[in-house]
């Protein structure tokens, strides 16, 4: 399992893809003097291409804080499951 963190974090990048791509799961959690909601996108389409050859899943898993004071965080997380060529097809 790999993890990077994505390096293409503008708004207009993340509006955009929340648009057209909408998370496979949302979840909302009150507590702890804060706000938090994940969402995560999972994908079995990398599969064919050559720079992901042995990628069985790929995953983006979202993470925005907001805590009672106003103070906001976010982190993104890029995953890659690996498998050989023959699980991977």
Same mark, same amino acid.
């Given at each position: 399992?790999?993890?990077?963190?994505?390096?293409?974090?503008?708004?207009?990048?993340?509006?955009?893809?929340?648009?057209?791509?909408?998370?496979?799961?949302?979840?909302?959690? %009150?507590?702890?003097?804060?706000?938090?909601?994940?969402?995560?996108?999972?994908?079995?389409?990398?599969?064919? $291409?050559?720079?992901?050859?042995?990628?069985?899943?790929?995953?983006?898993?979202?993470?925005?804080?907001?805590?009672?004071?106003? %103070? %906001?965080?976010?982190?993104?997380?890029?995953?890659? $499951?690996?498998?050989? %060529?023959?699980?991977?097809?």
């Amino acid at each position: 399992m790999s993890r990077t963190t994505n390096p293409h974090s503008s708004k207009t990048f993340k509006t955009s893809v929340l648009r057209l791509f909408p998370p496979q799961h949302t979840d909302i959690t %009150k507590g702890h003097g804060r706000i938090e909601t994940r969402m995560i996108w999972t994908s079995t389409e990398l599969v064919e $291409y050559p720079e992901f050859p042995y990628a069985a899943q790929v995953l983006r898993l979202n993470r925005h804080r907001i805590d009672l004071n106003g %103070k %906001k965080q976010e982190s993104e997380v890029d995953v890659s $499951y690996p498998g050989s %060529k023959e699980t991977a097809r």
